[in-house]
C-alpha cells in the first residue's frame, strides 16, 4: 500500500526532476544589438551640459537581445546613453527607474539553462549589455537598465547624481505594440489661438473657476457625472514630469487586446495597471490626459481626468478635471454591467493629489474655490454608474512650479480654502522644520 508519504515524496521528486529537466530544453541565442532597431523610438532630452537618450524594448526585442524571454518574468529593459558634457561626474540612481529594478547578475540567474558554459555566457553578456552607472566628466555611458515590465507607456525618470548637483529629466515612451490612451490626442491643436481667454488677475480667474460647471457629463452632455474638483496649471511637460516623479502612469487605451486585460484586471483586480478606464466627457470631447496611480490592484488606484481648457492663465495652461479613488467594484444598478466603486468622500482624493505634487516639491502655489453645492453621507451625490459621493464643494487649484520648490517656500492665492487644508499645511511644514533642525 502506497502511503501518503511516499505518494509526497514521489511527487516531490517528479518535481524536481521537471526543474532540472526544463532547462535543458530552453536555449540562449542572442542577437547584436546593433541588428534591432528599438534605437528609431529612442527619446533624447539635454539638461545642462547632460544629454540623454532613452529607449525601452518589446517583448519580441528584448528576447532577441538578451537570448531569453525577460518580460515572462516580468522584466523591462530601458536602454539608456548618458553623455556627460560638464565637468563633474555623476552616478546614475538606478532606482529611479524602477526602485525594485534587477542586477544583471539577478536577471542572468533567472534566465539560466543547462550547461555551465552557458550560464557563464549569459551573465558574462548580462552585465556587459548592463549600464555603468558612472558617468565621468566629458564622458560617455550606454547600456541596460533592467526594470518591471511595463504596457503602454513607460515612464522613465532618469535622476543623476553629482557634486552638489543633481540632473534629472523623465520620459514618457510608448512600449512598441501597445496604444496609449492619450496617444492619439494632439493637444496642440484643440483650440485655434483667438480661442484662449488670457487671464493675469487672480481674483478674475477665480471668478471664473468657480463659475464654471459643476461636473462632467455623459456623452450627450446632459446628465452630470464625477465634479470637476481639480485645477492644474502648468504646462503639459511640466505637469507629467512632477506626477511621474510622484508615482502617477498613463494607461493603455482601449483596443481589443486591452479589452481582454481589462476584463481580466476587473475581476482579479492583480493585473498591470497600464489597462484602460472608462471615458467622461468635458467640452463635448473624452478626458485629454488620464493618469492613474495604482495602489495594488486595478480595484484601489487613484485616477486623474484632465481636460485642456480654452484659459490661459499668466502664460501657462490650464487643466480643468477631477480626481477620484477606486475602492472596488459594483454591479449597476438594472444592468449587468459592473463599474469601479469610488471613495464617495472625494475630498480626499483632491487632498491626496495636493499632497502628492508638494512632496516631491512641484507645488508653487495653491488654492481652493467653490465648485459645487455642498453634498453630505446624509444627502450625497450621484456619479452616472450610481456611485455616491459626498464633498465640501471645493475645487483644489495647483500652480505647477517649472523647477523644484520646498514645502516651506509654497505661495497660496488669496482665497478662502477648507480649514482641513490650512491644517495639513501647517502640519506638512512644520514636520519639514523639525527634520531640518
Not at 121 to 140: H, M
Not at 146 to 174: M, N, W
Not at 207 to 223: A, H, I, M, Y
Not at 274 to 300: C, M, T, W
Request: hydrophobic residues 40%; proline residues 5%; charged residues 25%.
Amino acid at each position: 500500500m502506497i502511503t501518503k508519504k511516499v505518494r509526497f515524496l514521489a511527487v516531490f521528486l517528479l518535481l524536481m526532476l521537471l526543474i532540472v529537466w526544463l532547462p535543458a530544453c530552453k536555449t540562449y541565442n542572442p542577437t547584436s544589438i546593433d541588428n534591432v532597431p528599438f534605437l528609431q523610438r529612442s527619446q533624447t532630452k539635454t539638461i545642462g551640459g547632460v544629454t540623454v537618450t532613452a529607449a525601452v524594448l518589446s517583448h519580441k526585442e528584448s528576447e532577441q537581445i538578451f537570448g531569453r524571454p525577460l518580460a515572462k518574468k516580468g522584466i523591462q529593459p530601458v536602454w539608456l546613453e548618458i553623455k556627460n558634457g560638464e565637468d563633474l561626474p555623476y552616478a546614475l540612481i538606478s532606482r529611479s527607474l524602477d526602485p525594485t529594478y534587477f542586477s544583471a547578475s539577478e536577471v542572468a540567474y533567472m534566465h539560466r539553462v543547462a550547461g555551465k558554459s552557458t550560464n557563464k555566457r549569459i551573465a558574462d553578456d548580462y552585465r556587459k549589455l548592463a549600464i555603468d552607472i558612472r558617468i565621468p566628466p566629458g564622458g560617455t555611458m550606454s547600456g541596460f537598465v533592467f526594470a518591471r515590465f511595463d504596457l503602454g507607456t513607460k515612464v522613465v525618470p532618469v535622476v543623476l547624481f553629482g557634486p552638489q548637483q543633481v540632473r534629472s529629466v523623465v520620459f514618457y515612451i510608448p512600449v512598441a505594440g501597445f496604444k496609449a490612451d492619450d496617444e492619439s490626442i494632439d493637444v496642440d491643436n484643440l483650440y485655434k489661438q483667438d480661442q484662449f481667454i488670457m487671464y493675469e488677475e487672480e481674483e478674475t480667474f477665480r471668478t471664473k473657476l468657480s463659475g464654471f460647471q459643476c461636473c462632467t457629463r455623459d456623452e450627450s452632455d446632459v446628465n452630470d457625472n464625477l465634479p470637476l474638483n481639480v485645477v492644474l496649471i502648468g504646462n503639459r511637460n511640466v505637469i507629467h514630469d512632477t506626477l511621474a516623479r510622484a508615482g502617477w502612469d498613463v494607461p493603455g487605451a482601449f483596443e481589443f487586446s486591452t479589452a481582454l486585460k481589462t476584463a481580466e484586471a476587473f475581476f482579479s483586480g492583480n493585473l498591470p495597471l497600464s489597462v484602460p478606464a472608462a471615458p467622461q466627457y468635458l467640452f463635448g470631447r473624452e478626458q485629454d490626459i488620464l493618469l492613474h496611480k495604482g495602489r495594488g490592484s486595478l480595484h484601489n488606484r487613484n485616477r486623474l481626468n484632465l481636460w485642456l481648457a480654452p484659459w490661459i492663465f499668466k502664460g501657462k495652461s490650464v487643466w480643468i478635471g477631477n480626481i477620484s479613488r477606486d475602492i472596488g467594484i459594483k454591479r449597476k444598478s438594472k444592468s449587468l454591467n459592473f463599474a469601479n466603486k469610488i471613495d464617495p468622500d472625494i475630498d480626499n482624493a483632491y487632498y491626496y493629489l495636493f499632497m502628492d505634487v508638494m512632496m516631491v516639491q512641484g507645488l508653487d502655489k495653491f488654492g481652493v474655490v467653490k465648485g459645487i453645492d455642498k453634498c453630505t453621507p446624509e444627502n450625497p451625490g450621484k456619479t452616472l454608474s450610481g456611485n455616491p459621493y459626498w464633498t465640501e464643494g471645493k475645487r483644489a487649484v495647483l500652480l505647477f512650479s517649472d523647477d523644484r520648490i520646498a514645502m516651506n517656500e509654497i505661495d497660496f492665492f488669496n482665497w478662502d480654502f477648507a480649514k482641513s487644508v490650512k491644517i495639513a499645511i501647517q502640519n506638512l511644514k512644520q514636520k519639514n522644520t523639525d527634520r531640518e533642525e
